[in-house]
């Protein structure tokens, strides 16, 4: 089952690394991972999706706390969350599929062209892993994907609910 994993780390040199090195050791997979400071600068928040049962996601949140530099960990996944993931693709258009074009991104909340010539658009899409994964495929549909950049997904608990540091 895909999960989502939220951590509070210290924003320190190394600290992703650590968290990294910890997956990597013990054989789990991170299907993505963003990380970045918060609004607090000594902070950051890493957000990692991976795949697993229970059990494996049970064992990942108790061996990422006895990592130093993690301050709080939460799986979002049963929880109420927004989440989203930012899509930048360069497409070469024909130009008799042109509008095809302008009406798969037109179609989609969130997609904005952002650059083009007259051979190729940029396009930004931001949305979950699964509109980011349906809006690629309909625009493979009517465009040649050239390039992709995609990042991880971001995700925080929905409501008053609040991850912060344990005191």
């Known amino acids: 089952m895909r999960r989502i994993i939220s951590i509070l780390?210290?924003?320190?040199?190394?600290?992703?690394?650590?968290?990294a090195a910890m997956f990597s050791a013990r054989g789990y997979?991170?299907?993505?991972?963003?990380?970045?400071?918060?609004?607090?600068?000594?902070v950051s928040r890493l957000t990692l999706v991976t795949f697993g049962d229970e059990a494996v996601i049970d064992q990942i949140v108790k061996q990422s706390?006895?990592?130093?530099?993690?301050l709080e960990i939460a799986d979002l996944t049963t929880r109420a969350h927004i989440e989203a993931e930012l899509l930048m693709v360069k497409v070469a258009v024909a130009p008799k599929r042109a509008t095809g074009l302008?009406?798969?991104?037109?179609?989609h909340?969130?997609?904005?062209l952002t650059?083009?010539?007259?051979?190729t658009c940029t396009i930004r899409f931001a949305g979950s892993s699964g509109e980011v994964n349906a809006f690629l495929a309909e625009l493979e549909s009517?465009?040649?994907?050239?390039e992709i950049a995609r990042t991880g997904t971001a995700a925080l608990?929905?409501?008053?609910?609040?991850?912060m540091p344990a005191a």
């Open 9 to 19: 780390l210290q924003n320190e040199a190394g600290a992703l690394a650590r968290v």
């Open 102 to 107: 302008h009406e798969c991104i037109a179609r």
């Open 29 to 42: 997979n991170i299907d993505s991972l963003t990380v970045a400071t918060t609004h607090d600068p000594s």
């Open 142 to 146: 009517v465009a040649r994907v050239l």
């Open 157 to 163: 608990e929905r409501g008053r609910v609040v991850l």
């Open 65 to 70: 706390r006895k990592l130093v530099d993690v």
């Open 115 to 119: 650059d083009t010539d007259d051979a």
């Open 109 to 112: 909340a969130g997609a904005l």
